[in-house]
């Protein structure tokens, strides 16, 4: 199936192939969630960086920076993968496109450190927070915590009056021939 990013961030061609192909599907995923994220970031330009649409809710500029600095803390501190100092997570300059770059720079290495590891490494109870989980319980978790940031954006998109990027399939802006939203009972009985 063709790619609905035409200039994804992380390319198939720099997924590396996992040590163990039991766990090649945790490198794919996290490369094709970082690529979603990348797609909606990209969808955002400067003059959104301060919406906030409700007193209680994240600027964009704040979900930006806590997706970089919470997966920076969930690799480098949960999992234990080599990461960059916490002063050097953040991109030297205040755009979508900065931030666009750097969430591709530091997924890259996580990809290859990540590939190396075996059955064991990911199986291990580490501390997860005030509790012990395996380490594949976290990267999943990890995953789950960076759809939901990507998901508040798509709200504030519709809440800007701008179209909603597609994610998993396309969205009631974005759409395209043979795209199938499954919102009949018949298309969700097909075999």
């Given at each position: 199936?063709?790619?609905?990013?035409?200039?994804?961030?992380?390319?198939?061609?720099?997924?590396?192939?996992?040590?163990?192909?039991?766990?090649?599907?945790?490198?794919?995923?996290?490369?094709?969630?970082?690529?979603?994220?990348?797609?909606?970031?990209?969808?955002?330009?400067?003059?959104?960086?301060?919406?906030?649409?409700?007193?209680r809710?994240?600027?964009?500029?704040?979900?930006?920076?806590?997706?970089?600095?919470?997966?920076?803390?969930?690799?480098?501190?949960?999992?234990?993968?080599?990461e960059?100092?916490?002063?050097?997570?953040?991109?030297?300059?205040?755009?979508?496109?900065?931030?666009?770059?750097?969430?591709?720079?530091?997924?890259?290495?996580r990809?290859?450190?990540?590939?190396?590891?075996?059955?064991?490494?990911?199986?291990?109870?580490?501390?997860?927070?005030?509790?012990?989980?395996?380490?594949?319980?976290?990267?999943?978790r990890?995953?789950?915590?960076?759809?939901?940031?990507?998901?508040?954006?798509?709200?504030?998109?519709?809440?800007?009056?701008?179209?909603?990027?597609?994610?998993?399939?396309?969205?009631?802006?974005?759409?395209?021939?043979?795209?199938?939203?499954?919102q009949?009972?018949?298309?969700a009985?097909?075999?």
């Amino acid at each position: 199936m063709p790619s609905r990013f035409p200039d994804p961030g992380i390319p198939d061609s720099s997924v590396p192939q996992a040590a163990s192909p039991l766990f090649q599907h945790l490198l794919d995923t996290y490369a094709s969630e970082t690529n979603k994220v990348i797609s909606v970031w990209r969808a955002l330009h400067a003059d959104d960086m301060d919406l906030k649409p409700h007193p209680r809710s994240a600027t964009v500029r704040e979900i930006l920076k806590h997706q970089l600095l919470s997966e920076r803390r969930f690799f480098g501190e949960f999992l234990g993968t080599p990461e960059l100092p916490t002063a050097r997570i953040l991109p030297e300059t205040d755009s979508p496109e900065a931030f666009t770059r750097r969430l591709t720079e530091l997924a890259l290495p996580r990809l290859g450190f990540l590939a190396g590891m075996q059955e064991p490494w990911w199986f291990e109870p580490v501390p997860f927070f005030e509790v012990v989980r395996q380490r594949i319980w976290i990267f999943w978790r990890r995953l789950l915590h960076t759809a939901h940031h990507r998901t508040q954006l798509t709200v504030y998109f519709r809440l800007m009056g701008k179209p909603v990027p597609p994610t998993y399939g396309p969205t009631a802006d974005v759409s395209w021939n043979g795209a199938d939203p499954t919102q009949t009972t018949d298309a969700a009985g097909r075999r």
